[in-house]
T-cell receptor
């Protein structure tokens, strides 16, 4: 069973509009969440993160929102640019009964159309 | 720093052959991670090391997979014997300290095709 889910395999957005990428998790022990971006033929690169003590973190055009009660987080990109076209991975970490737990979601492919 | 270095970038082999993937982490990073990316399962953590010691290998799919880190600047992931279902992109990553809250820096990956 996937502990971190990204239910939209792909998303297309017009340049200049908002992109919203969603992520859901099942393990309530997760207390830190990260977003990574991946271009073709490259490794993922860190984008933005959020601790469970916050519900929002902003970095330029990128904002991550966390709803702990719903076990849901989202990444907002405003305004979207063609260079944002990539695969976005949500990741979650925490310590549970088995020790440190770190899990990536399956990714969402974002296409920003010019 | 050149970042995380992986070799080879591409590997094509036949079923039953041994495959060895190599990784050089960023100097000074205490943690090293091996991941596998497939269309079906996304990015899976296979194993990670702290100060050259394997900490969690629960993600290693089978005994055919093994990983070593003989020193702070080198790690290998070996598949023996390889099977077509092992075809995937394998990433190595390193972080300064800790798991999860520390940013992980990924290498470019090794694309493995087992025929």
């Amino acid at each position: 069973d996937q502990q971190v889910k990204q239910n939209s395999p792909s998303l297309s957005v017009q340049e200049g509009r908002i992109s919203i990428l969603n992520c859901d998790y099942t393990n309530s022990m997760f207390d830190y969440f990260l977003w990574y971006k991946k271009y073709p033929a490259e490794g993922p690169t860190f984008l933005i993160s959020i601790s469970s003590i916050k519900d929002k973190n902003e970095d330029g055009r990128f904002t991550v929102f966390l709803n702990k009660s719903a076990k849901h987080l989202s990444l907002h990109i405003v305004p979207s640019q063609p260079g944002d076209s990539a695969v976005y991975f949500c990741a979650a970490s925490g310590v549970d009964n088995y020790g440190q737990n770190f899990v990536f979601g399956p990714g969402t492919r974002l296409s920003v159309l010019p | 720093d050149a970042g995380v270095i992986q070799s080879p970038r591409h590997e094509v082999t036949e079923m039953g052959q041994e495959v060895t993937l190599r990784c050089k982490p960023i100097s000074g990073h205490d943690y090293l991670f091996w991941y596998r990316q497939t269309m079906m399962r996304g990015l899976e953590l296979l194993i990670y090391f702290n100060n050259n010691v394997p900490i969690d290998d629960s993600g290693m799919p089978e005994d055919r997979f093994s990983a070593k880190m003989p020193n702070a600047s080198f790690s290998t992931l070996k598949i023996q014997p390889s099977e077509p279902r092992d075809s995937a992109v394998y990433f190595c990553a390193s972080s300064l300290s800790g798991v999860g809250q520390e940013t992980q820096y990924f290498g470019p990956g090794t694309r493995l095709l087992v025929l």
